[in-house]
């Protein structure tokens, strides 16, 4: 007993302090189609390991959704079982967040993903959400909460929640709302986005606020050029490695005699630091979750994933009430030729193994797969700086596969549009399918002999199931 209680311990020091995220709503009135967007990027230390699940209702539970997910403890008193990155339900409510940290004792009771997981397949609008926040001390009666959760409800509303309750017992949560259609800059410019990392109003703790300011100055230039979409936020937000940054080539400095300093140092187009970027040395997946204008079908509604660090990822669509999931977004690895049996036993999935291995592996210096605490798989001894001139590279390869995907699923959804008596949760599914395997094919001619050839985009939409 006394062993599994300090092994309990040893996990909450190791996790708690690492779950540092950026998020960010965005109201339809400030993108260029109209429709409401949630973000997130997860950054998490020493895990890679990401997939995405589909989960049918059981119990009171009134929706399915689709998550990014990693495992937790099985059946832990403390940690929930599937930590939720980020997912969408049925209804179209889409919900993410982060940890604002306060303190250790706080931290190992935290509520935060139980919230989530309680929420996802509870929730259609803000004020059902709202709702629960003013029972969450009945519905987990003996917890504290530090938080920021961002949500985009059925009906396209985009707020954050600034969250706090200290005490564990009795007391309700404290809150404070943001909407995203109340974002206005100092010069009453309309920018209709919101903003959190990992901290807010409650905590003393500000660790974040250098990647909150780099994200809320990237999407102000995208606002006052109007120019937010999806695209622009998977381009443009989630692969942000300060691009913008003064980059130099220490090699060459040396032998120009020139003293490098550690400013100089972290510079440096091979070794280049993350730390304030919002796709970092930790970043382990991106998500965009793009809803639905006001009389449109909710079955398109789309999630956008990015199953690796995103600088050096691909996006592929999923559609949540296909309320199923790709083979390669889950499973560990593809199966044999004629065998049936699918493997998951951990948090990976085919795509996100690829991109690991081909994509951080060639920009990190020291990603090393190992075994960490209490036997979890990590990534060990990870670099916080990156080979600027390699993601380039591979980024010139990544952004026109991606391009194809991007372009060919909004013609799908067009003619969706059009055509909306032949949407079907096959359909939606056949064609997620399709998007993510053609994304691990082209995906793994990474540094081939014939890396501009890429494969054709073939997907036939009135095939049979």
């Known amino acids: 007993m006394k062993k599994g209680i300090f092994a309990i311990l040893i996990f909450l020091l190791y996790n708690f302090t690492i779950f540092a995220c950026t998020i960010a709503v965005i109201s339809g009135k400030a993108t260029t189609d109209g429709r409401p967007i949630i973000f997130k990027t997860r950054d998490e230390r020493d895990e890679y390991r990401q997939e995405v699940k589909y989960y049918p209702p059981t119990g009171d539970e009134k929706y399915g959704h689709m998550s990014v997910v990693k495992w937790g403890l099985n059946n832990n008193p403390i940690f929930p079982d599937v930590i939720n990155g980020a997912g969408i339900n049925e209804t179209g409510f889409m919900i993410t967040n982060t940890t604002v940290y306060s303190n250790l004792l706080a931290e190992s009771i935290n509520s935060n993903m139980p919230l989530l997981n309680y929420a996802i397949p509870r929730c259609k609008t803000l004020e059902d959400f709202e709702n629960i926040l003013g029972n969450w001390h009945k519905i987990k009666n003996v917890s504290t909460i530090s938080g920021n959760f961002a949500v985009v409800d059925?009906?396209?509303?985009?707020?954050?929640?600034?969250?706090?309750?200290?005490?564990?017992?009795?007391?309700?949560?404290?809150?404070?709302?943001?909407?995203?259609?109340?974002?206005?800059?100092?010069?009453?410019?309309?920018?209709?986005?919101?903003?959190?990392?990992?901290?807010?109003?409650?905590?003393?703790?500000?660790?974040?606020?250098?990647?909150?300011?780099?994200?809320?100055?990237?999407?102000?230039?995208?606002?006052?050029?109007?120019?937010?979409?999806?695209?622009?936020?998977?381009?443009?937000?989630?692969?942000?490695?300060?691009?913008?940054?003064?980059?130099?080539?220490?090699?060459?400095?040396?032998?120009?005699?020139?003293?490098?300093?550690?400013?100089?140092?972290?510079?440096?187009?091979?070794?280049?630091?993350?730390?304030?970027?919002?796709?970092?040395?930790?970043?382990?997946?991106?998500?965009?979750?793009?809803?639905?204008?006001?009389?449109?079908?909710?079955?398109?509604?789309?999630?956008?994933?990015?199953?690796?660090?995103?600088?050096?990822?691909?996006?592929?669509?999923?559609?949540?009430?296909?309320?199923?999931?790709?083979?390669?977004?889950?499973a560990d690895e593809l199966p044999e030729e004629n065998n049936v049996n699918i493997i998951d036993e951990n948090s990976s999935s085919i795509m996100?193994?690829?991109?690991?291995?081909?994509?951080?592996?060639?920009?990190?210096?020291?990603?090393?797969?190992?075994?960490?605490?209490?036997?979890?798989?990590?990534?060990?001894?990870?670099?916080?700086?990156?080979?600027?001139?390699?993601?380039?590279?591979?980024?010139?390869?990544?952004?026109?596969?991606?391009?194809?995907?991007?372009?060919?699923?909004?013609?799908?959804?067009?003619?969706?549009?059009?055509?909306?008596?032949?949407?079907?949760?096959?359909?939606l599914y056949r064609f997620s399918d399709y998007a993510i395997r053609y994304a691990y094919d082209n995906y793994n001619m990474i540094d081939s002999d014939k890396p501009n050839e890429y494969r054709q985009w073939d997907f036939t939409y009135y095939a049979a199931p």
Not at 174 to 188: C, I, L, P, T, V
Not at 360 to 368: G, I, S, W
Not at 384 to 392: F, P, S
Request: with cysteine; net charge negative; charged share 30%.
């Open 154 to 330: 059925a009906n396209g509303k985009a707020a954050i929640y600034e969250i706090n309750k200290t005490s564990p017992i009795l007391t309700k949560i404290r809150w404070e709302k943001f909407s995203a259609d109340d974002a206005y800059d100092e010069n009453g410019n309309f920018l209709g986005f919101v903003v959190r990392t990992n901290d807010n109003q409650f905590s003393p703790y500000t660790g974040g606020s250098a990647r909150e300011e780099r994200a809320n100055e990237i999407l102000k230039k995208l606002a006052l050029n109007n120019n937010i979409n999806q695209k622009t936020i998977m381009r443009e937000l989630s692969r942000d490695v300060c691009g913008d940054v003064e980059k130099v080539n220490i090699k060459e400095l040396k032998e120009e005699g020139i003293t490098i300093d550690e400013e100089l140092e972290n510079k440096d187009i091979y070794n280049f630091y993350t730390e304030e970027c919002i796709s970092r040395y930790n970043t382990n997946f991106a998500f965009v979750g793009r809803g639905i204008k006001k009389g449109e079908d909710k079955r398109l509604i789309t999630m956008w994933v990015n199953l690796g660090e995103p600088s050096v990822g691909i996006f592929t669509p999923f559609f949540p009430l296909s309320k199923k999931v790709p083979l390669y977004a889950w």
């Open 352 to 427: 996100n193994n690829l991109i690991a291995t081909k994509g951080e592996l060639a920009v990190y210096d020291n990603l090393e797969v190992g075994l960490g605490p209490l036997g979890l798989t990590v990534t060990e001894g990870i670099d916080r700086t990156i080979n600027y001139a390699k993601t380039l590279e591979i980024q010139d390869f990544v952004f026109p596969v991606e391009d194809i995907i991007i372009d060919e699923t909004e013609k799908f959804l067009d003619m969706l549009r059009e055509q909306s008596n032949i949407i079907n949760s096959n359909l």
